[in-house]
């Protein structure tokens, strides 16, 4: 076939993880002893001032970006305490009156992760970065989550 020129293989846009289907890569997870934990804090707890807000969010962010590395990450992020939250009934009903006591700010991140020691030690680098302790918390597990 001379003269038949095949165009250059397209480039990876997904890890192979990423084409292996949820379900399954659950399974790989939970076989593997994987648990996802809740890394977190109120925003009351971070008390930086102003100028060196920039430099604290750039330390967070190089720890996310340091998890998404080694694989663990699975989603974080912030509270926009500017949006009210609402509750939605069961029967579609919203509204502005959120449950008694109930109240979420501040920032998180969920990873998956070998153990609770490892976890501790995830928290560590985000207590650094954010400059403030965090709660840790430990996901029940669900085959379907």
Do not use: N
């Amino acid at each position: 076939m001379s003269g038949v020129r095949f165009p250059p293989p397209a480039p990876r846009l997904f890890r192979s993880s990423a084409l292996t289907p949820l379900p399954k890569r659950r399974a790989i997870a939970h076989a593997a002893g994987m648990t996802k934990y809740l890394i977190s804090f109120p925003s009351a707890a971070m008390q930086v001032s102003p100028e060196d807000l920039p430099a604290v969010g750039d330390a967070a962010r190089a720890v996310i970006e340091e998890a998404k590395a080694a694989g663990v990450y699975v989603f974080g992020g912030g509270i926009h305490e500017g949006v009210a939250p609402v509750r939605v009934s069961a029967d579609g009903a919203v509204s502005a009156e959120i449950y008694p006591g109930s109240h979420l700010d501040g920032g998180f991140t969920v990873l998956e992760l070998p153990s609770r020691d490892a976890a501790i030690a995830w928290s560590r680098k985000m207590a650094t970065a954010c400059q403030c302790d965090q709660e840790l918390r430990e996901f029940m597990y669900d085959p379907a989550s």
